[in-house]
């Protein structure tokens, strides 16, 4: 079974600032994909951005990009100006090639200050 | 539909009461997931549909959870006979396929809806 881990339960951060998020994974697949989802208090989980395991280049999505390591079995998040919008819990899920399921870790709440 | 929908939005019940739980893909998806959210967890995997066929029951957590799909749309989480511990958010997810082709790498990647809370009293 694969193991998504997130190490920080809380994380704040300041308007316009940066914040970066952690996410370790366990697998002994070679081809799998990487996911950081959004859940506001509206409960939505909302897809922020993908990744595939076979692509060297870091996924981006306006503001939101990623650090993927695959030898680390590392995927991190970086949220760059932050917007009080942003403020909600954040997950990591994976997802191996040929499989349906996605495992997620346990979440980071986010906190943007005014 | 504009996206995955969910009834009900909230649910209280009583200890021992069965409670039933929609859910409504996106219209075309053939793939829709049942994950479940306990408090200060992350979410767990209940169950898979492919079409209007369960492959992987695996992740129901006991066998008083249930779940069909009917018309390749529609699905229905029944739970029976309710514990306290199975208060949580039960969240639905549809994707265009359960797996990612080579024409469409995103084609399994899943859209969720705003879940059920349901309360065991």
């Known amino acids: 079974a694969q193991t998504v881990t997130q190490s920080q339960p809380e994380m704040s951060v300041q308007e316009a600032e940066t914040v970066t998020l952690s996410c370790t994974y366990d697998?002994?697949?070679?081809?799998?994909?990487l996911f950081w989802y959004k859940q506001p208090p509206s409960r939505q989980m909302i897809l922020v951005i993908r990744?595939?395991?076979?692509?060297?280049q870091n996924a981006t999505e306006n503001r939101f990009s990623v650090n993927f390591q695959k030898a680390a079995k590392s995927f991190s998040l970086k949220i760059s100006d932050s917007q009080l919008g942003d403020a909600a819990m954040y997950f990591c899920?994976?997802?191996?090639?040929?499989?349906?399921?996605?495992?997620f870790g346990a979440g980071t709440t986010v906190t943007v200050r005014a | 539909g504009a996206g995955v929908s969910q009834s009900p939005s909230n649910k209280v019940t009583e200890k021992g009461k069965d409670v039933e739980l929609r859910c409504d893909p996106i219209?075309?998806?053939?793939?829709l997931y049942w994950y479940r959210q306990s408090l200060g967890q992350g979410l767990e995997f209940l169950i898979y549909?492919?079409?209007?066929?369960?492959?992987?029951k695996s992740g129901l957590p006991s066998d008083r959870f249930s779940a069909e799909r009917t018309g390749g749309s529609v699905s229905t989480l029944t739970i029976q006979r309710t514990q306290q511990e199975d208060s949580a958010v039960y969240l639905c997810?549809?994707?265009?396929?359960?797996?990612?082709?080579?024409?469409?790498?995103?084609?399994?990647?899943?859209?969720f809806g705003p879940g059920t809370r349901l309360t065991v009293l």
């Open positions: 997810a549809s994707s265009p396929s359960g797996l990612a082709g080579v024409l469409s790498t995103s084609a399994d990647t899943q859209y």
């Open positions: 697998t002994s697949e070679s081809d799998y994909y």
């Open positions: 990744q595939e395991a076979y692509k060297q």
């Open positions: 899920a994976y997802r191996s090639d040929g499989d349906y399921k996605l495992s």
């Open positions: 219209s075309g998806h053939t793939a």
């Open positions: 549909f492919q079409g209007n066929s369960a492959p992987d």
